[in-house]
């Protein structure tokens, strides 16, 4: 009984299915899936490497000071960083005092109770405080950047496919529409005040290209500031916002997998030695 | 219950003595899980995993309670939460990846556990309550992981809360009621959040008690073995202590380095990069996708198209839930005698379709809706039905098995070659068991 009811649930499930790939199959092939822009020119992150790549990736703090100077100088001023307190910068070579005067020269204060009157105002920010989010609220972030939030960038490199290449990639991905483009999708053209990145997955980004020319910020270590390099540093640095522990992970890692190799050897051997005469 | 050979528990420190007297529960572990539990002599490295289940369990415990302590249940800081956690807490960074990481494992350790089973026809008698024990394990865990990935609360946690109680809502007349009681909202919010905080804090432990009732159904029968030939006397078996707690502890010792490794150097491989950004009701993934665990059985969801009779949600929703419910039916719907697949020519070829056949489904389970994709889950969701439910019923009916080995001691012998059967019966004498 048991079968030839499964049997015959079986079958009407099986049945189901293939009426379906029938009916998918001749859909396919009556109305074939038209080609996007999308589908057509969108172009996966370039390939570029980084110092805390692989097992054995640690930062540079170098590049990762570099690349905070850029957020500083040019990210910060639309994108918040809201998971980042200034004193997690002393992960990255600050040292106290210089993270003291970051956070107290911060262009955006925290919001904070007037100590006298209790009413609402803002104070300069101290080595505790999370960065400071450049708007007051997403209604604000919307009204000053048309109508397109900038996401929050403190998880950035985590939360796209190949993060800190697609960040890379982004930054120096701008370019005219190709005609190429134009020809084949004649609807496909940028609209006003978005721009065209292939990098981005629908082509069309809200964000103004935010490195424009070389020179734009003076690194202090002698770097040369190229379009490219920053790009480069402040994906580095968007690396560590994202996972400030990866050092202590990968050492912790090497640790372990170590203790465990030499655990699997003798559990190895204790197995053998148990069986060593017991066929099986 | 056991065989008659069996070790006896006997305590010799006056210690042990008094504690078997007024509370046997060393005596329950030695049965169990030590050298009072024969168990077959040519178990292979399938056999490993059920132990790695029970291991992955409990690290999952272990690392859930003490994250726990630094969750925050609310739907406006459970997100920033885990973040502290991987920002703040000592060690935090660790715990959550192991407890990640550690569901697919948990999972990953328990899909071979059932293939296993599949394999060497472990769900045939006597062995059909371990089977069915073992199906509402597997349910209980998809639950528990199910909901322990909507806790921190990023795009995939929350749409995939989203779809998942969308399931109910397929259902006639009711269903929509049903998925707003379930919710506690329209949409998932803080209430969904706190009571699938509650529910992923108690599941595990409910899944501990059925594991106990697992093993204990297991033990009077005996474990199976990959001729399926029954034990027939002693020199079939070997004492579960100290055999196989030393091939466990090799094999544990190959888990930890896998688990370890995708732990410190690909945490987030198995995630989605989406569950890294805030939930947003107001903002929909482009492309939302399960675990990978749940991918074949989201492609037989996706894979019902036609409405007939029913529309062609509910139909996916019938098929999804039947793919898993069906495994409840499986000792009735196999009915050849003989258990291990070695020796059934046809079935096994069935079953090698079977893993592709999975396999496709959790591709396509997690790749683009496109026409190539759709028709390839198709295809794949009617050949799991028809493999279940029409051709294994006919197959163990037709099929004419291979000649099975008198024992398990022959068995061995003929594929180890040498020595009568005399000279290896009992060379356990050699070796004292550590206890």
């Given at each position: 009984m048991v079968r030839i009811i499964g049997g015959l649930v079986g079958l009407a499930f099986a049945v189901m299915a293939f009426v379906g790939f029938i009916s998918t199959t001749v859909g396919a092939i009556q109305e074939p899936a038209a080609p996007t822009a999308e589908h057509e020119f969108h172009e996966h992150p370039k390939d570029v490497r980084f110092a805390s790549d692989g097992p054995f990736g640690r930062f540079d703090n170098r590049q990762l000071q570099r690349g905070f100077q850029v957020f500083k100088e040019v990210c910060s001023a639309c994108h918040s960083l809201k998971l980042v307190a200034f004193r997690d910068l002393q992960q990255i070579g600050y040292s106290e005092a210089e993270v003291k005067a970051i956070a107290a020269q911060w262009a955006i204060e925290t919001p904070a109770p007037n100590p006298e009157t209790g009413e609402m105002a803002t104070r300069r920010n101290q080595p505790a405080d999370r960065f400071p989010a450049p708007f007051a609220n997403e209604i604000a972030a919307r009204a000053a950047n048309n109508n397109a939030v900038p996401p929050d960038l403190s998880l950035m490199t985590k939360a796209r496919h190949d993060g800190a290449a697609y960040v890379y990639s982004l930054l120096t991905g701008y370019q005219n529409q190709p005609a190429e483009l134009l020809r084949q999708f004649p609807d496909a053209r940028t609209p006003a005040g978005l721009h065209y990145n292939p990098y981005f997955p629908n082509l069309n980004l809200a964000m103004a290209p935010p490195l424009t020319s070389n020179g734009q910020v003076q690194y202090a270590d002698g770097t040369a500031p190229t379009i490219d390099n920053m790009a480069k540093d402040v994906a580095a640095f968007l690396v560590w916002t994202a996972e400030p522990k990866l050092q202590a992970r990968h050492a912790a890692g090497w640790a372990s997998v170590l203790f465990l190799v030499i655990f699997c050897f003798l559990t190895w051997g204790a197995y053998k030695s148990v069986w060593r005469d017991k066929k099986h | 219950?056991?065989?008659?050979?069996?070790?006896?528990?006997?305590?010799?420190?006056?210690?042990?003595?008094?504690?078997?007297?007024?509370?046997?529960?060393?005596?329950?572990?030695?049965?169990?899980?030590?050298?009072?539990?024969?168990?077959?002599?040519?178990?292979?490295?399938?056999?490993?995993?059920?132990?790695?289940?029970?291991?992955?369990?409990?690290?999952?415990?272990?690392?859930?309670?003490?994250?726990?302590?630094?969750?925050?249940?609310?739907?406006?800081?459970?997100?920033?939460?885990?973040?502290?956690?991987?920002?703040?807490?000592?060690?935090?960074?660790?715990?959550?990846?192991?407890?990640?990481?550690?569901?697919?494992?948990?999972?990953?350790?328990?899909?071979?556990?059932?293939?296993?089973?599949?394999?060497?026809?472990?769900?045939?008698?006597?062995?059909?309550?371990?089977?069915?024990?073992?199906?509402?394990?597997?349910?209980?865990?998809?639950?528990?992981?199910?909901?322990?990935?909507?806790?921190?609360?990023?795009?995939?946690?929350?749409?995939?809360?989203?779809?998942?109680?969308?399931?109910?809502?397929?259902?006639?007349?009711?269903?929509?009621?049903?998925?707003?009681?379930?919710?506690?909202?329209?949409?998932?919010?803080?209430?969904?959040?706190?009571?699938?905080?509650?529910?992923?804090?108690?599941?595990?432990?409910?899944?501990?008690?059925?594991?106990?009732?697992?093993?204990?159904?297991?033990?009077?029968?005996?474990?199976?073995?990959?001729?399926?030939?029954?034990?027939?006397?002693?020199?079939?078996?070997?004492?579960?202590?100290?055999?196989?707690?030393?091939?466990?502890?090799?094999?544990?010792?190959?888990?930890?380095?896998?688990?370890?490794?995708?732990?410190?150097?690909?945490?987030?491989?198995?995630?989605?990069?989406?569950?890294?950004?805030?939930?947003?009701?107001?903002?929909?993934?482009?492309?939302?996708?399960?675990?990978?665990?749940?991918?074949?059985?989201?492609?037989?969801?996706?894979?019902?198209?036609?409405?007939?009779?029913?529309?062609?949600?509910?139909?996916?929703?019938?098929?999804?839930?039947?793919?898993?419910?069906?495994?409840?039916?499986?000792?009735?719907?196999?009915?050849?005698?003989?258990?291990?697949?070695?020796?059934?020519?046809?079935?096994?070829?069935?079953?090698?379709?079977?893993?592709?056949?999975?396999?496709?489904?959790?591709?396509?389970?997690?790749?683009?809706?496109?026409?190539?994709n759709i028709i390839m889950g198709q295809i794949a969701s009617a050949y799991y039905f028809l493999h279940f439910l029409v051709i294994l019923p006919i197959v163990s009916a037709m099929e004419r098995p291979r000649p099975l080995p008198n024992s398990i001691t022959e068995a061995v012998l003929a594929k180890r070659g040498g020595t009568a059967p005399t000279k290896t019966a009992m060379s356990g004498g050699a070796i004292a068991p550590a206890e």
């Open positions: - | 219950m056991s065989f008659p050979w069996a070790k006896h528990y006997e305590p010799k420190a006056p210690l042990m003595k008094w504690l078997d007297d007024r509370l046997p529960l060393p005596r329950f572990v030695y049965n169990a899980v030590g050298a009072g539990y024969p168990v077959p002599r040519n178990l292979n490295y399938f056999w490993n995993f059920g132990v790695l289940a029970g291991a992955a369990l409990a690290m999952q415990i272990v690392t859930g309670i003490v994250l726990a302590m630094h969750f925050s249940t609310d739907a406006n800081t459970a997100f920033t939460s885990v973040e502290s956690i991987m920002r703040d807490v000592n060690a935090g960074w660790f715990l959550r990846y192991a407890h990640a990481n550690g569901a697919s494992m948990f999972l990953a350790v328990v899909y071979i556990h059932i293939g296993r089973g599949l394999y060497y026809g472990s769900y045939k008698p006597p062995r059909e309550m371990v089977w069915l024990l073992g199906v509402v394990i597997f349910l209980l865990m998809m639950a528990t992981a199910f909901m322990g990935y909507v806790l921190p609360w990023g795009q995939m946690s929350f749409w995939g809360a989203q779809v998942i109680t969308g399931f109910f809502s397929a259902i006639p007349l009711v269903g929509e009621t049903i998925r707003v009681w379930l919710l506690g909202g329209y949409a998932p919010d803080a209430a969904a959040l706190n009571r699938f905080f509650s529910l992923h804090y108690l599941l595990p432990f409910v899944i501990l008690g059925v594991v106990i009732l697992h093993i204990w159904a297991l033990h009077i029968p005996g474990s199976n073995n990959p001729t399926g030939v029954e034990v027939k006397d002693e020199q079939d078996t070997v004492p579960f202590h100290p055999y196989y707690t030393a091939k466990d502890g090799f094999g544990l010792g190959v888990f930890l380095l896998i688990f370890a490794t995708i732990i410190f150097f690909a945490p987030n491989l198995l995630g989605h990069p989406d569950n890294y950004i805030q939930a947003n009701p107001l903002s929909t993934p482009a492309h939302i996708v399960p675990e990978w665990y749940f991918l074949p059985f989201y492609a037989i969801l996706k894979s019902f198209t036609i409405d007939f009779i029913m529309p062609a949600k509910l139909w996916g929703v019938l098929a999804m839930f039947g793919s898993i419910l069906l495994l409840f039916f499986l000792p009735w719907l196999d009915t050849s005698p003989v258990r291990s697949a070695n020796y059934r020519p046809v079935y096994r070829w069935f079953l090698v379709a079977l893993l592709v056949d999975v396999i496709i489904l959790g591709y396509v389970g997690g790749a683009e809706p496109i026409a190539r």
